[in-house]
């Protein structure tokens, strides 16, 4: 019902992860997760295929060589933190058995095909904490990620790749030229990255500092984090923070990686050096905020802001540069040259 809800509100792409509902279905029929069985969760991804869901993130990458690396190194400082990906180590290690979804890829990728969705190979063993970052268990599993890309394209099916969690800033770029150079080229859904543990309650920031990097260095989509990330269930407030960081945090990328990004970021200026606000507002990209924070701080003279009042830069700057700016003729100039002469 939630799901259905969901598609019928919203005209953008909705992707989902079917091991939620299948070890919540396992939960209320056996009261055990671990007794799920292999063909419902087949038989459940097909249904919410059928309800329109455009891309899943299904584990397929967890497998028992996978399991044995992480075991081997002696577990994490940061423990296993997929929902999905921890069900279904627990599932494999109840039952004795390989990961259905690993052994069975060419049916998952079958079930994609059929509804012309996108198979995101979903990251059920990344770092949950920088300590973990790029350790044994979490390669293991993304070269197994990044082989089954190549085999899911080749098959006709739409791939990416997820990862890689929490990773030092340090780390990025190398993480994502391994996820391009071993998949092929497929797309990067990274999910934060967040380059440091102990920023909760503003992870959102946190997330958005090393989603910027991502998309600089070739990520091609992000995944937002709210302020509750790691603590609590966001509400609606914790939603909209968490998609406005993620979003700006996507226009940085961008503007480091395309020149042509850059012209937006010119007029935005010239409209605050002009203290032309309604310009700056209509410019930029959160107008709303951006009004509230001024209104609630009405400076007497509207040329300026509270900031600075009467010492107002821009004003100063404009008075000893007046004869230099008649008309449009330093806009010109800046358009021409980058630089106000």
Request: with cysteine; net charge negative; charged share 30%.
């Amino acid at each position: 019902m939630i799901r259905r809800f969901v598609l019928d509100g919203c005209k953008l792409p909705v992707g989902n992860v079917p091991l939620y509902q299948a070890f919540a279905d396992s939960i209320k029929k056996y009261r055990n997760p671990n007794k799920l069985d292999p063909e419902y969760l087949f038989e459940l991804i097909e249904r919410q295929l059928a309800d329109g869901i455009s891309f899943m993130a299904i584990h397929c990458g967890i497998n028992r060589f996978s399991i044995e690396r992480l075991r081997k190194q002696g577990f994490r400082y940061g423990g296993l933190v997929s929902k999905g990906g921890t069900f279904m180590v627990s599932w494999m290690e109840y039952n004795n058995c390989e990961n259905p979804l690993y052994e069975q890829f060419d049916r998952v990728c079958e079930l994609m095909k059929k509804y012309d969705a996108v198979l995101s190979l979903g990251n059920g063993i990344r770092a949950g904490a920088i300590h973990d970052s790029h350790d044994r268990a979490q390669m293991a599993e993304m070269i197994i990620n990044c082989e089954l890309a190549e085999l899911g394209r080749d098959m006709g099916c739409q791939m990416m790749v997820e990862g890689p969690g929490h990773v030092p800033l340090d780390e990025i770029e190398g993480n994502i030229m391994l996820e391009k150079r071993m998949s092929g080229g497929a797309p990067y859904y990274v999910l934060g990255p967040l380059p440091a543990d102990s920023g909760a309650g503003y992870d959102h920031i946190t997330a958005a500092i090393g989603a910027a990097n991502s998309a600089r260095y070739g990520a091609d989509l992000i995944c937002y984090i709210t302020p509750a990330e790691h603590l609590a269930l966001p509400d609606e407030n914790d939603v909209r923070e968490g998609v406005r960081a993620t979003r700006l945090a996507a226009r940085i990328g961008d503007i480091a990686k395309y020149p042509e990004r850059r012209e937006l970021e010119k007029q935005v200026a010239l409209a605050r050096r002009d203290s032309d606000f309604e310009e700056y507002f209509r410019l930029s990209m959160f107008p709303e905020k951006m009004r509230q924070v001024r209104d609630s701080r009405t400076p007497e003279n509207k040329a300026t802001c509270t900031m600075c009042g009467d010492f107002c830069a821009m004003e100063r700057g404009h008075a000893l540069f007046k004869n230099d700016i008649q008309g449009d003729k330093c806009r010109k100039t800046v358009e021409n040259s980058n630089a106000c002469e």
